[in-house]
């Protein structure tokens, strides 16, 4: 039996249809004899759309304020999952982040995790339900809530992985795996089974948003075994975990871009 952390991108959640999948993904992996944390996103374009709200009410808008609005979509997508999850003759409980409790720093907007509480969540598994942790979201020690930046849930799952042991972290997400390049801008990139740490954590510096920055940095700092695969499919996507010897050779693993940059050569 093992214990695993299941986290759902925006597009995996991104309708009813696709929450019910979420869900039954989840009880069928609990039904193999695992225990299950779920973490989810908010719905696709709706992160998106609460800034965009924000700051139709005003031009700079308070950051406190934002990370309440902005936390709101992966709310949505906990408690929806929850509810799917029941529908489907499971059990699942959604937790938030103060309920957790994902303690961060006082940095609105892009906070950082210091601790985080695994009782209830276990308490949660020991009833045998499946734990529906809503992503991107924590409480700094005055109870104010903050969000970790965009992209943060995949840093929730494998901060909250690393805090209850679990056995390997899975994100769930739009394509297979990672790539040597994004894959939906250039066709020939190709599927890396595996990649270390280290490696994919250049990847991502150099924009590769299938895994926050960070969430590589604390899954190298705590060794877990990070497996990014579709949420569409049972294929085996890639596994991010140490340092491997069939890797030791390989000196660049991908190339990744940055959309805003451009590099321009003056001529003579
Ligand atoms: P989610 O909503 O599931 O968190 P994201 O949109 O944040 O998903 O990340 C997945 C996207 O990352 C893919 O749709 C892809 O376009 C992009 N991407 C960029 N670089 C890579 C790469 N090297 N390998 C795979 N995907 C990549
Ligand atoms: N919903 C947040 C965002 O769009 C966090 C996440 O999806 O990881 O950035
Ligand atoms: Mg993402």
Known sequence: MALVV???????????????NVARRAIAAQKRGDDIVVIVSAMSGETNRLLGLAHEMVKVPDAREMDVIASTGEQVTAALTAMAIQNEGGQARSLLGHQVKILTDGAFTKARIKTIEGSKIFSTLKKGQIAVVAGFQGVDEEGDITTLGRG???????????????????????????????PNICPSARKIPRISYEEMLELASLGAKVLQIRSVEIAMKYG?????????SDAEGTWVTGEDKSLEDVVVAGVAYDKGVRAFTASA
């Open 152 to 182: 943060g849930s995949d840093t929730s799952a494998v901060a909250i992985a690393a805090a209850i042991g679990a056995d390997a972290c899975e994100i769930y997400t739009d394509v297979d795996g990672v790539y040597t390049t994004d």
């Open 6 to 20: 299941q986290k759902f991108g925006g597009t995996s959640v991104g309708s009813i249809d696709r929450i019910r």
């Open 224 to 232: 877990v075994p990070v497996h990014v695969r579709s949420s569409f």
